[in-house]
């Protein structure tokens, strides 16, 4: 029984990665598109010609650069990590920063 309740708290810990990296980053980015198209003064709606449209929001541009950062962050760890593994080390979160480490 013991096996059993050790392979559903991995399996768990596997799908709540997946669904945070496979569905979390991808929904991320739609965020930041969609923040950028609000901060560069973006709609939905067609403008008749010569009207203005809507005015530029900075908060969109700041939340798209927020977005997309949050996004490269994760990208760039993913590439470390793969790599890492590759030279023989792990990546660590010990202190703030990730760092890479000889595996023991």
Do not use: Q
């Amino acid at each position: 029984m013991n096996n059993l309740t050790l392979a559903l708290e991995s399996a768990w810990k596997v799908l709540l990665i997946g669904v945070l990296i496979g569905a979390g980053l991808p929904a991320v980015f739609a965020l930041g598109i969609r923040s950028m198209a609000f901060g560069t003064g973006g709609d939905a709606a067609a403008h008749a010609a010569g009207t203005a449209g809507p005015r530029p929001h900075p908060i969109g541009r700041i939340g798209a650069i927020a977005c997309f950062t949050v996004v490269l962050l994760g990208v760039a760890l993913g590439i470390t990590f793969i790599v890492a593994t590759g030279f023989g080390k792990e990546l660590s979160f010990e202190h703030v920063y990730p760092t890479l480490v000889s595996k023991d």
